[in-house]
């Protein structure tokens, strides 16, 4: 039977250490990562195709209107959108794919997609969050603290979400987020298509054998 490819959407603060916990799952698990297409500006080291496919805001629109994204969103000051054809192609392909993407987009996500799983990925507190999205040094301070008032009301979506995993010990993050997916996938109600083969089997069977 043709299974399709499970979509797992992670959100989280900025700052939480979500990008960081995506590229090892990535690299460890092999899960498939969307890129998504942003009008923010490259962070030093970023790559264009790799990070982000990074958009002028007239080509992000054209964008929507060509019904490329299956979501988007503004996030402080920009705008972020997920592509639609790769998502579409890698779960069709039976490939698990993360897309990481902040709490509006999430919550498009799950209407277009009920079997999609949501975690969401935070920090113990607010002071160590506060401490990484600094200690990152990739946003000015001015922007440190639009991210932290995002954050307070982003931490009132999260009643929406499957499951939320605390990043303290990054290793022990991964593997929880590995085998939350991991028991996620073993749900009955996701394996509908299948438990009907196995008993349709089991009646074939009966019926050979009588
Ligand atoms: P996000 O993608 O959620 O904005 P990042 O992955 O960029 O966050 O992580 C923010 C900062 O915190 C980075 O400097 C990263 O190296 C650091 N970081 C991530 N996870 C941990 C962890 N478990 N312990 C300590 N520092 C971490
Ligand atoms: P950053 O600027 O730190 O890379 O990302 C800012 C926020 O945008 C993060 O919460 C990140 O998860 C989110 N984000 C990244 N890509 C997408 C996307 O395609 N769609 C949505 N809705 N959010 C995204």
Redesign the pocket.
């Known amino acids: 039977m043709e299974k399709k490819g499970q979509l797992i959407v992670i959100?989280g603060f900025?700052g939480a250490g979500?990008g960081t916990v995506v590229k090892e799952l990535v690299s460890k698990y092999g899960y498939s990562l969307s890129i998504?297409?942003?009008t923010?500006a490259p962070r030093p080291g970023e790559v264009d195709g790799k990070d982000y496919y990074f958009k002028t805001e007239a080509e992000f629109r054209n964008l929507i209107d060509y019904n490329g994204l299956i979501?988007?969103?503004q996030?402080v000051d920009n705008f972020?959108?997920?592509p639609r054809k790769f998502v579409e192609d890698e779960l069709a392909a039976g490939r698990d794919v993360i897309l990481?993407?902040?709490v509006?987009?999430a919550t498009i996500i799950r209407k277009q997609y009920p079997d999609a799983m949501l975690l969401f990925i935070t920090t113990k507190d607010v002071a160590t969050l506060r401490e990484r999205l600094s200690g990152r040094g990739s946003e000015t301070e001015e922007q440190v603290r639009k991210r932290l008032q995002r954050a307070a009301e982003e931490s009132a979506m999260i009643d929406t979400y499957d499951y939320i995993i605390i990043n303290d010990d990054l290793n022990t993050c991964i593997d929880t987020v590995h085998s939350v997916i991991l028991g996620g996938k073993c749900k009955r109600e996701r394996n509908v298509e299948f438990i009907k083969a196995l008993q349709a089997d089991f009646s074939d069977e009966e019926e050979s054998n009588s």
């Open positions: 959100s900025s979500k998504s297409a942003t923010r979501e988007w969103a996030y972020y959108g997920t990481e993407i902040e509006q987009g």
